[in-house]
């Protein structure tokens, strides 16, 4: 079974320029997370998913970011313009629909690491 | 609000000794679960255990070992007769059990073995 996979795994792009990154969650997990990385600090939540729907967007840090799920499979997230405090690594996870609703596992993709010039 | 804290920011040993990863842990919540992540070179963030606040028995799973106290809110991790493939940084998160499934996160412990 394929695991989470991120595209790209890293990314060079200067200041104001536009970033897509991209996540493919494993197959049938309703539940998609993305998660942040900067400067060797601690991972940090973004967002969340369940299917197509944005469950909890608590995490993210202003409206230059922008995630969607069409069709609630793979996830995209934008930063537009991109400033150099975006700099860092960009994880996403992915869980199983659970019954209970109570929290599953979440199993993570490699990151894309975003270095903003 | 959660937090958890990893206060040892890197450790080195030598290969065969054992080895102890702290991590304590701050919530409101009666209920939680709590995780240990391994994030070796390649980068990707490897799932090693999950553990429910009403189990308070110590996991052991071959050179791995978990010892989760409620009295101290602590959840440490030993690797006995540690080995160079054990070298990666490692992660304690926190998490609700029901209500927000965000994981919260400690800052992690970079774990060098050397040969």
């Known amino acids: 079974e394929a695991g989470v996979t991120q595209f790209p795994s890293h990314s060079v792009i200067e200041k104001g320029q536009t970033v897509t990154l991209r996540c493919d969650p494993i197959s049938g997990h309703d539940n998609l997370y993305w998660y942040r990385r900067v400067m060797g600090k601690e991972i940090k939540f973004l967002l969340h998913?369940?299917?197509?729907?944005?469950?909890?967007e608590s995490g993210m840090p202003n409206n230059r970011f922008l995630a969607e799920r069409t069709g609630g499979t793979y996830s995209t997230l934008k930063v537009q313009p991109a400033e150099l405090e975006d700099s860092g690594v960009y994880f996403c996870?992915?869980?199983?629909?659970?019954?209970?609703?109570?929290?599953?596992?979440?199993?993570f993709g490699p990151g894309t690491r975003l270095t903003v010039l | 609000a959660q937090k958890v804290t990893q206060a040892q920011t890197e450790i080195s040993v030598v290969e065969k000794e054992d080895v102890t990863l702290d991590c304590v842990y701050e919530?409101?919540?009666?209920?939680?679960?709590l995780f240990w992540y391994k994030q070796p070179p390649s980068g990707e963030l490897v799932f090693l255990i999950r553990?429910?606040?009403?189990?308070?028995q110590n996991e052991i799973s071959g050179r791995y070992s978990w010892n989760f106290q409620k009295s101290t809110s602590s959840f440490n991790f030993t690797i006995t007769a540690s080995q160079v493939v054990d070298s990666a940084v490692y992660f304690c998160?926190?998490?609700?059990?029901?209500?927000?499934?965000?994981?919260?996160f400690g800052q992690g412990t970079r774990l060098t073995i050397n040969p």
């Open positions: 998913f369940v299917k197509e729907s944005k469950q909890d």
């Open positions: 553990r429910n606040s009403f189990d308070e």
């Open positions: 996870a992915s869980s199983q629909e659970v019954r209970s609703k109570s929290t599953d596992t979440q199993y």
């Open positions: 998160a926190l998490s609700e059990i029901q209500g927000a499934q965000k994981l919260v």
């Open positions: 919530t409101r919540d009666t209920t939680y679960y």
